[in-house]
T-cell receptor, first 118, second 111 residues
Framework: GAVVSQHPSWVICKSGTSVKIECRSLDFQATTMFWYRQFPKQSLMLMAT?????????EQGVEKDKFLINHASLTLSTLTVTSAHPEDSSFYICSARPRLAGALREQFFGPGTRLTVL | KQEVTQIPAALSVPEGENLVLNCSFTDSAIYNLQWFRQDPGKGLTSLLL?????REQTSGRLNASLDKSSGRSTLYIAASQPGDSATYLC??????????FGEGTQLTVNP
């Protein structure tokens, strides 16, 4: 159980285009989903926290108008990188916290999406 | 602000050796601590989760300990195998379910 999927697994796009990444919890409901970015040979950095039905909370330094997050249902969150530029090339990973996580507060991670902007 | 540090940054050992990876965190107000494995270009695989009230967790050849008061955790890998080669990440959960990650330890187990 507790499987999280991401789509696409990799994407190459031209500079200036927008790219949407989907994160789905396949066998549980997630009230909270998290989006991370990982540059080569670096650790994961939290970009934003999204709660179902409300606006996402962005970390300091993350442009909310550039990284649009939508969490429209308990099993789906999307990250749209708008007007992507080469510096946005990175590995984007989502995680989901089950609605019934309780005190454990465990998150389950997706397999990641490799974005390359030419 | 929570900061997580992992030592060493890289480690190379011969097959069969027992090894210890270290993780330290600056704020002891955590809900849990997790160890993850990440293979190149892949996502995260959760290895062990230790709740703040626990001292250690074991899974197969892996044993993780937690000393919350001193802000330290160790991941012990027994009888290492080449398949254990990966980057190992330590992360702590703080308020709001925020996960703060360390920079990772890149482990290479040589046949």
């Amino acid at each position: 159980g507790a499987v999280v999927s991401q789509h696409p697994s990799w994407v190459i796009c031209k500079s200036g285009t927008s790219v949407k990444i989907e994160c789905r919890s396949l066998d549980f409901q997630a009230t909270t989903m998290f989006w991370y970015r990982q540059f080569p040979k670096q650790s994961l950095m939290l970009m934003a926290t999204s709660n179902e039905g409300s606006k996402a909370t962005y970390e300091q330094g993350v442009e909310k108008d550039k990284f649009l997050i939508n969490h429209a249902s308990l099993t789906l969150s999307t990250l749209t990188v708008t007007s992507a530029h080469p510096e946005d090339s990175s590995f984007y990973i989502c995680s989901a916290r089950p609605r019934l996580a309780g005190a454990l507060r465990e998150q389950f991670f997706g397999p990641g999406t490799r974005l390359t902007v030419l | 602000k929570q900061e997580v540090t992992q030592i060493p940054a890289a480690l190379s050992v011969p097959e069969g050796e027992n090894l210890v990876l270290n993780c330290s965190f600056t704020d002891s107000a955590i809900y849990n601590l997790q160890w993850f494995r990440q293979d190149p270009g892949k996502g995260l695989t959760s290895l062990l989760l230790i709740q703040s009230s626990q001292r250690e967790q074991t899974s197969g050849r892996l044993n993780a300990s937690l000393d919350k008061s001193s802000g330290r955790s160790t991941l012990y890998i027994a009888a290492s195998q080449p398949g254990d080669s990966a980057t190992y990440l330590c992360a702590v959960t703080t308020s709001g379910s925020r996960l703060t990650f360390g920079e990772g330890t890149q482990l290479t187990v040589n046949p």
